[in-house]
């Protein structure tokens, strides 16, 4: 089901600045229909920003409970999805989708710079340290895929074959956009940034 989204109420923009919350230009934040501004603090918005619900709770190791909400983030053209929990960013979170129900707290930055492939189309060499047996990744490798490229280098046209599906398939995953899937857990990461 598609979010929609909408402008901030004036009243909740009056809302989110008596809780030490700015933004370089409130028009570009925009949330969802069930939003609240109740725990959001300390936080600033940069760029387009979409916001989810802030409801639900997350149950942590050692029987502690916690409140989704925003604490403590620089947040720079990034949607958050519904009811999660996200403090304690020193730097900065840029350029990220982050799923619903993510836990993210105590880190340095999380940030895409530029356009990146993810590690998709890059070559790796394997067995043996003066290379000549590179092996193609990408997220969808397998472990026979692999076992060809490096066994079978007899075969020329299987190995061009598959370096190109590898690179067809890197340039439709490359985005200047980063994605953390929901039900993520990142704690206490000192820097995160994809710019390959």
Not at 4 to 33: G, P
Not at 74 to 100: P, R
Not at 119 to 126: D, I, P, Q, Y
């Given at each position: 089901?598609?979010?929609?989204?909408?402008?901030l109420?004036k009243?909740?923009?009056?809302?989110?600045?008596?809780?030490?919350?700015?933004?370089?230009?409130?028009?570009?934040v925009?949330?969802?229909?069930?939003?609240?501004?109740?725990?959001?603090?300390?936080?600033?918005?940069s760029?387009k920003?979409?916001?989810?619900?802030f409801?639900?709770?997350?149950?942590?190791?050692?029987?502690?409970?916690?409140?989704?909400?925003?604490?403590?983030?620089t947040?720079?053209?990034?949607?958050?999805?519904?009811?999660?929990?996200?403090?304690?960013?020193q730097?900065?979170v840029?350029n990220?989708?982050?799923?619903?129900h993510?836990?993210?707290n105590n880190?340095?930055?999380?940030?895409?710079?530029?356009?990146?492939?993810?590690?998709?189309?890059?070559?790796?060499?394997v067995?043996?340290e003066?290379?000549?047996?590179?092996?193609?990744?990408?997220?969808?490798l397998?472990?026979?895929?692999a076992?060809?490229?490096?066994?079978?280098?007899?075969?020329?046209?299987?190995i061009?074959?598959?370096?190109?599906?590898?690179?067809?398939?890197?340039?439709?995953?490359?985005?200047?956009?980063?994605?953390?899937?929901?039900?993520?857990?990142?704690?206490?990461?000192?820097?995160?940034?994809?710019?390959?």
């Amino acid at each position: 089901m598609e979010r929609i989204y909408r402008n901030l109420s004036k009243a909740e923009i009056n809302q989110l600045e008596r809780q030490t919350c700015s933004a370089d230009d409130w028009s570009k934040v925009f949330v969802s229909q069930y939003f609240i501004s109740e725990h959001i603090d300390h936080v600033h918005f940069s760029g387009k920003v979409y916001l989810g619900s802030f409801n639900g709770e997350f149950d942590l190791p050692g029987g502690m409970h916690k409140k989704a909400g925003l604490h403590h983030v620089t947040l720079h053209n990034v949607t958050v999805g519904d009811d999660c929990c996200i403090e304690n960013i020193q730097n900065y979170v840029a350029n990220y989708i982050i799923g619903d129900h993510t836990f993210i707290n105590n880190c340095g930055m999380i940030v895409v710079d530029g356009t990146s492939s993810f590690g998709n189309g890059l070559t790796v060499s394997v067995l043996n340290e003066t290379g000549g047996r590179e092996v193609y990744i990408y997220n969808e490798l397998s472990a026979q895929q692999a076992y060809i490229q490096t066994f079978y280098r007899h075969r020329p046209s299987l190995i061009t074959r598959l370096k190109e599906l590898t690179e067809d398939y890197a340039r439709q995953h490359t985005s200047n956009y980063g994605v953390i899937g929901s039900h993520a857990f990142i704690m206490n990461s000192g820097y995160i940034q994809m710019y390959v």
